[in-house]
């Protein structure tokens, strides 16, 4: 039904040209390979009026997404809130604050369903019949999700010390699952060797090049619900960088086709946690050299990548387009979740409170402007990472069954929200 406008896969790093293959670097330079498309013939064919009158998912920017025919995984994936955000803009002190909200992302809570739909429905494109990752936790949910809704077999390794909710939220679907103990990095090399000697699709792996463009429809979406306009400034939480380097692809993109009027001029703004920074640690720096981290220490495990395989990209796309980096410690992350929470109604999972503390830093610190419109991409569910909550929330009381008992309590204590 769909067609496809894809060109084939061209290097980030020399721009060589390679065909639509399960292949995700090139052998002279072992720069990342990345898809390209014929922007022309798309401009030609769709229209902002044509995209609004499509049904609310991630599909309905097909055009731009690397499928030849109809997509087979994810059909409903995508079309997630863009809340105005007017309390929480209050209490960081912004004036135009907006939430993209894929914590409620279908079907498993996160932003990783997005690029999971492409890389699984290019792989049966493909004719793979065995589907994997090397994960942090919300990519293994996806896969495992979204392998069974298609029949897929699937193969999941993650570290070992996952939060439960993670680990269990992936066992459910019947998915292979291997704990290694180690690092995300030890995993994702264990991955790269098996991906290569079993021949199955591993989506952030040989199909990454296709994986990574379903990150995009985040940004478009957001432009769209924004009346075909683009913010003036994004926050996004990076754990490899392949998101941030989306945000950038996608403005650029909608651009090249006719769909966003102005050159894209978003600051785009890089999120980490403390105890995993190495790309925001190299923008403080100054310096475009991204110095891994052998043991990451954080309590946002969905981040917690030492070693990012898009860091040098990520850095270069927040410098170029004007922005900046910080990040959280676990402290901050825990508050952030919390403001978010009671301000907005939204429970986001450790990397949203990683976003948020690290907006309201950008903003003391001036590199956000306090009257320029603000996106913040909140990428994951909070229900996942309670483990980390349990100090920070006040337990319930437990009182008899009689008035008099609760009279005695909230004469006591405050019921008023404390925001
Ligand atoms: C994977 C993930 C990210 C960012 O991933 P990238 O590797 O930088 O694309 C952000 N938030 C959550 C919740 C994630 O699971
Ligand atoms: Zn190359």
């Not at 896969?9 to 995700?24: A, D, I, Q, S, T």
């Not at 293994?140 to 809704?149: L, P, R, T």
């Not at 939060?163 to 180690?182: H, M, N, Q, V, Y």
């Not at 508050?335 to 503390?357: D, M």
Request: proline fraction near 5%; charge should be negative; hydrophobic fraction near 40%.
């Amino acid at each position: 039904m769909s067609e496809s406008w894809v060109r084939g896969l061209k290097c980030r790093v020399c721009g060589k040209f390679y065909p639509k293959e399960p292949n995700n670097f090139c052998p002279d330079d072992f720069g990342p390979l990345e898809v390209d498309y014929n922007y022309d013939a798309i401009a030609e064919s769709i229209s902002k009026e044509q995209i609004d009158r499509r049904p609310d998912n991630m599909w309905k920017f097909r055009e731009l997404l690397p499928i030849d025919g109809t997509p087979t995984v994810g059909s409903q994936v995508g079309g997630t809130p863009l809340v105005k955000a007017d309390r929480l803009g209050k209490a960081l002190g912004v004036s135009e604050l907006y939430i993209k909200n894929d914590a409620v992302n279908f079907p498993t809570l996160s932003f990783k369903d997005r690029v999971v739909s492409v890389a699984l429905s290019k792989a049966k494109e493909f004719g793979f019949d065995t589907v994997g990752c090397a994960s942090t936790g919300n990519l293994a949910n996806s896969v495992a999700a979204n392998a069974s809704a298609a029949g897929l077999n699937s193969c999941i390794l993650v570290p070992a010390d996952l939060e439960p909710a993670k680990i269990l939220g992936t066992s459910i679907f019947g998915s292979r699952l291997i704990r290694i103990d180690g690092t995300y990095d030890q995993v994702n090399r264990l991955c790269t060797q098996i991906a290569f000697r079993y021949g199955w699709a591993f989506v952030n792996i040989n199909m990454r090049a296709y994986y990574a463009e379903g990150s995009k429809t985040l940004t478009m979406e957001v432009v769209e619900q924004l009346g075909w306009k683009a913010p003036q400034n994004f926050v996004v939480p990076m754990a490899g960088g392949s998101l941030i380097c989306k945000v950038d692809k996608a403005l650029r993109e909608l651009h090249q086709v006719g769909l966003l009027d102005n050159i894209p001029a978003s600051k785009i703004h890089g999120a980490q946690a403390s105890g995993c920074s190495p790309i925001t640690t190299a923008v403080k720096n100054g310096t475009d050299t991204i110095r891994p981290v052998r043991k990451p220490d954080t309590i946002a495990k969905s981040l917690a990548i030492g070693d990012p395989a898009d860091g040098f990209f990520a850095q270069q796309v927040i410098r170029n387009s004007g922005g900046w980096a910080e990040d959280a410690s676990d402290e901050d992350i825990v508050e952030g979740i919390q403001l978010l929470a009671e301000t907005e109604g939204i429970f986001a999972e450790t990397a949203g409170g990683v976003t948020v503390s690290v907006a309201r830093k950008l903003l003391e610190q001036g590199r956000i402007n306090r009257d320029e419109s603000l996106v913040l991409c909140i990428t994951g569910n909070g229900l996942k990472t309670q483990d980390c909550l349990t100090d920070a929330v006040n337990q319930a009381e437990v009182i008899p069954p009689s008035l008099e008992a609760f009279e005695s309590l909230v004469e006591t204590k405050e019921l008023a929200p404390t925001v």
